[in-house]
């Protein structure tokens, strides 16, 4: 993960470049830190218990090996889950998925071209067929990150279809994975789920589902969530990506959203440009974001 400088950090620099003792302010200060930062209520108050008593336990005075804790149990909860992405299969079929506006076309663009970084061999499929603004989009963005494409043969076609020619034509030309973009909304709620529904089952005729990514827009924090929890209860979600991270003030939100929906979060985006998307590793987060 490239190293950034992250603004939600300087709550917590501010903090930990203070008084070297621990105060009673100390941990007021970090309560403000946490919530500001998007833990959450009920994250923040698990956080502060736990670090409370090691803190009350190793007999703990100064501020500096408190902020070593902190980072420490903020890692651990992190890692609790796994952000390794399943790309073993041949193809590896990866189905995007998320309400519109979150970034979902630029994450898939961004994502091929974190692919190919590896040496992968990328196809994209536009299967938003609702919207002609995304197919062309993703094709875009496919042109930036070097991939190719499957769009539909006329508009409005079956979003089913478009999937089914994207993983046929991966089976038949040797890609190594294929991402596949869903639409992000129908007229209804229960008729988008369908339409997924439908959309698995075409492409597990041929190969298997290799991992339902949910995109959410980090930005808008809890609101977010409950906005996509049709997709974590009827898709299948097996990963969340996370995009907008950048200057976001939402760090806190990776591990409030984890331990919320109990998935991982594999990979994040922490700018515009097609190579701001990366893995998500726990360490490196942590240390960042508590310095």
Do not use: C
């Not at 073993?88 to 630029?106: D, F, H, Y």
């Not at 994450?107 to 067929?129: E, H, N, S």
């Not at 959309?199 to 409950?226: H, S, Y």
């Not at 995009?243 to 919320?260: I, N, R």
């Amino acid at each position: 993960m490239a190293e950034r400088s992250w603004s939600f950090s300087k709550a917590f620099r501010n903090l930990f470049s203070g008084p070297e003792l621990i105060t009673d302010e100390t941990w007021d200060d970090l309560e403000t830190a946490l919530i500001m930062a998007d833990f959450g209520p009920d994250v923040t108050e698990s956080i502060l218990d736990a670090l409370r008593a090691d803190v009350e336990r190793h007999r703990v005075t100064e501020v500096a090996e408190m902020r070593r804790m902190l980072r420490d149990a903020i890692e651990e909860r992190l890692a609790a889950y796994d952000p390794t992405l399943r790309l073993s299969e041949r193809p590896a079929v990866i189905l995007v998925v998320g309400v519109n506006g979150v970034g979902k076309t630029t994450t898939i663009g961004k994502f091929a071209k974190y692919l190919t970084a590896f040496d992968k061999r990328v196809l994209v499929g536009a299967a938003d067929t609702f919207r002609a603004a995304a197919v062309e989009q993703l094709a875009t963005w496919a042109d930036r990150a070097g991939v190719d494409i499957v769009k539909p043969q006329q508009a409005g076609q079956d979003p089913a279809s478009v999937a089914f020619q994207t993983v046929q034509r991966a089976i038949e030309s040797d890609y190594e994975i294929a991402i596949i973009d869903t639409a992000g909304r129908l007229q209804t709620k229960g008729g988008l789920m369908d339409e997924l529904g439908k959309v698995r089952r075409v492409i597990e005729k041929q190969a298997p589902v290799a991992e339902v990514l949910l995109v959410l827009d980090a930005t808008t924090g809890q609101n977010g969530l409950a906005q996509a929890e049709a997709f974590i209860q009827h898709a299948g979600v097996t990963g969340l990506v996370l995009t907008k991270l950048d200057g976001s003030a939402k760090g806190g939100f990776v591990l409030s959203v984890q331990e919320k929906t109990g998935l991982p979060v594999k990979l994040i985006g922490q700018g515009e440009g097609i190579g701001d998307l990366t893995g998500f590793t726990p360490h490196v987060f942590a240390q960042q974001l508590i310095g």
